[in-house]
């Protein structure tokens, strides 16, 4: 079964641009998780949705940050304008709804923003 | 609120020795209780997962057991391999209803030879 697809794997653009970081995850999971990871503060869960609609964005650091579902197979991340502090690896993860189960993560995206 | 807090890293340990990365949780509910490992340049992935009191998740040598009196699930293993060398991430899942997972700061293995 073909896991968490993430595009693109690394990405390096110079502040001031739109990012748009894009995941696929497992067919058949209903909840869809991104976050962001970086030395200074681990790893933060930024948005999740469950069968396409957000359900907690507390996450989400400022306006520029906004996500999509706009179908159970596809989802966006999207930073505009973006800043260098914005640069990290940013991780999509999908899971079954239910107690206990699992997400599955994909590989990530690396994002440096010059 | 509900949180994990793992032991800092990095653990540094040689070929075959023992492994013990301690987490210990708080919670309101009763949590599900993972443990996840990331390989370099790679994403998380589910190394084993206990959902009740006392239960024993075990996966590929590691193993770690649901506490509730003492609020822990400390990582194991009896003889650790170079290629056990990660990041490893202690979780909690809460919520009945969604999956968001709550995540301790994760712990760097690093296992010479």
């Known amino acids: 079964d073909a896991g968490v697809i993430q595009s693109p794997r690394h990405e390096v653009t110079e502040m001031g641009q739109e990012v748009t970081l894009r995941c696929k995850p497992i067919?058949?999971?209903?909840?869809l998780f991104w976050y962001r990871q970086t030395m200074m503060r681990g790893l933060e869960l930024l948005i999740y949705?469950?069968?396409?609609?957000?359900?907690?964005d507390s996450g989400m650091p400022e306006d520029r940050f906004s996500a999509k579902m706009p179908n159970a197979s596809f989802s966006t991340l999207k930073i505009q304008p973006s800043e260098p502090r914005d640069s990290a690896v940013y991780f999509c993860?999908?899971?079954?709804?239910?107690?206990?189960?699992?997400?599955?993560f994909g590989d990530g995206t690396r994002l440096s923003i010059l | 609120g509900d949180s994990v807090t793992q032991m800092e890293g990095p653990v540094t340990l040689s070929e075959e020795a023992f492994l013990t990365i301690n987490c210990t949780y708080t919670?309101?509910?009763?949590?599900?209780l993972f443990w996840y490992v990331q390989y370099p340049g790679e994403g998380l992935q589910l190394l084993l997962k206990?959902?009740?009191?006392?239960d024993k998740g075990s996966n590929k040598g590691f193993e770690a057991t649901y506490r509730k009196e003492t609020t822990s699930f400390h990582l194991e293993k009896g003889s650790v391999q170079v290629s056990d060398s990660a990041v490893y991430f202690c979780?909690?899942?809460?919520?009945?209803?969604?999956?968001?997972?709550?995540f301790g700061k994760g712990t760097t293995l690093s296992v010479s030879s």
């Open positions: 979780a909690l899942s809460v919520s009945q209803a969604g999956t968001a997972l709550i």
């Open positions: 993860a999908s899971t079954k709804s239910g107690p206990n189960q699992p997400q599955h």
């Open positions: 067919s058949g999971h209903n909840s």
């Open positions: 206990a959902t009740k009191a006392d």
């Open positions: 919670a309101t509910g009763y949590p599900s």
């Open positions: 949705f469950n069968n396409n609609v957000p359900i907690d």
